[in-house]
Every structure is written in C-alpha cells, then in structure tokens.
C-alpha cells in the first residue's frame, strides 16, 4: 500500500499557473505508474494525467494536453504536476493516485487531494 499526500493547490487567476506535487510513502514508490485525476463540484471524478513508473511515457486528457505537464522524481517520491494557462474549468479537487491499468485505471489508493480554484 502507497500513502499520498498532495500539496499545492490555491487560488490562481486564468491564465496563470500552479505545480501540485504529491508525495508518496513506501520503498516501492518507483515501481508504479502514477496518475492525476480530478473532481469539480457536482461532477465525477475524471483522468488529468499518467505517467508510467520510469517516466519514459506520459498520457493526458485532452482538456490538459499542451497546459498540463506531469512529472515525477522517484529519488524523492514525489510526482509533480504543473499546471500553466489555467482556465476556470480547470477549477477542482486534485487526487493523485497509482495506476493500476494504463493509462487511468486507478488502483483505488488516493490522497486526500488538494483544491484548485481558478478565478478572477
């Protein structure tokens, strides 16, 4: 079992940016994919980003493609995700989680998230 915590969220005006990064227990952390997902009020849950275990692949929804850029640092435990030419759509609770399945399968394993709100 992986433990995650992310961190990073706050209040960003549209247009601007915001790295969340998410920092996970457990000497196996390098071996699993790892994904971004996201929930806005009254909305499902939905797939943000993956990245596979060696970073060597990455996977984005469309509304992020070309503005959202996921990372990770396995030295550290940490996977990152910068977020640039924020939209007011992009506003939600952000969860990492461990993929189960590529590229959105989640595995179940969730943070407690951290909110992003973007307005003006």
């Known amino acids: 079992q992986v433990l995650l915590d992310e961190s990073g969220g706050g209040l960003v005006q549209p247009g601007g940016s915001l790295r969340l990064s998410c920092a996970a227990s457990g000497r196996t952390f390098s071996s699993y994919d790892m994904g971004w997902f996201r929930q806005a009020p009254g909305k499902e849950r939905e797939f943000v980003a993956a990245v596979r275990w060696n970073g060597a692949m990455r996977y984005y929804a469309d509304s992020v493609k070309g503005r959202f850029t996921l990372s990770r640092a396995n030295a550290e435990n940490t996977v990152y995700l910068q977020m640039n030419s924020l939209k007011p759509e992009d506003t939600a609770i952000y969860y990492c989680?461990?993929?189960?399945?590529?590229?959105?399968?989640?595995?179940?394993?969730w943070g407690q998230g951290t909110q992003v709100t973007v307005s003006s």
């Open positions: 989680t461990t993929i189960r399945t590529w590229p959105w399968a989640s595995s179940g394993y």
